[in-house]
Structure formats: structure tokens, C-alpha cells
């Protein structure tokens, strides 16, 4: 099975929310159901890392936040050399922290076609 990310609609008023909260900010509800959310989205920022942990074989990692177009932002590792805010990108999910016994999975970024 694939692993996917979600946004969570709240039942009574449609306020998106990722990630998931107990209680809607909008109206106080306590329902929601899950979203898929994947697809393209909008650069608002990010910021590189060079000073990384021990074992990673890159020079940095990038990270940001982006603005998927029903307005929701998440932030994610973003995989791609060239990076500028307001840049198209397309939203994977994939492997952001590899663990012992256990994966962590995240969003990850790429430079829209």
C-alpha cells in the first residue's frame, strides 16, 4: 500500500485542516473526514540545512511551505536543486526520515513540470 497524506473536513462547517485536530478551529465540531492531499501546490518558503546529523550524504536539505490550491499549507522537504518561492511544485509522499524498524513518512516537494 502506498502511504498518503491527508487533509481532515471537518462534516459540519468544510474547514480543512492538516494535520488533524480533535476539534474544528472554525466551529468547534468534532467530526471530520479525511481528504486526499496530493497534487500541485505554490512555494511560499523554505530554508536549507547544511548542517546535518551525521550519515546523510548530501550537501543540505531543503525544506518549505507551500499552498496547495484549496488554500491549505503544509511544510515538507523539497527536492529539487533550483528552488524560489512562488515555484510550481508537486506533492509526493515519501520517505523523510529513515528509522530503525520504522520509516517516517512526510511530504516531499518536486519542481512541477
Not at 546529523?53 to 507551500?66: D, S
Not at 511544510?75 to 529513515?98: N, P, R
Request: proline share 4%; hydrophobic share 40%.
Amino acid at each position: 500500500m502506498e502511504p498518503k497524506m491527508n487533509a481532515y473536513k471537518c462534516t459540519q462547517c468544510g474547514q480543512l485542516h492538516h494535520p488533524a485536530y480533535f476539534i474544528c478551529r472554525q466551529c468547534g465540531n468534532r467530526t471530520f473526514e479525511a481528504v486526499p492531499l496530493e497534487g500541485e501546490a505554490t512555494l511560499l518558503t523554505f530554508t536549507r540545512v547544511y548542517n546535518l546529523p551525521e550519515g546523510y550524504m548530501k550537501p543540505w536539505i531543503a525544506f518549505g511551505i507551500a499552498r496547495f490550491t484549496n488554500g491549505l499549507c503544509v511544510s515538507g522537504q523539497i527536492d529539487s536543486d533550483y528552488i524560489a518561492a512562488g515555484m510550481k511544485l508537486t506533492a509526493t509522499v515519501g520517505v523523510v526520515k529513515e528509522g530503525v524498524g520504522k520509516d517516517y513518512f512526510g511530504f516531499i516537494f518536486k519542481q512541477a513540470d
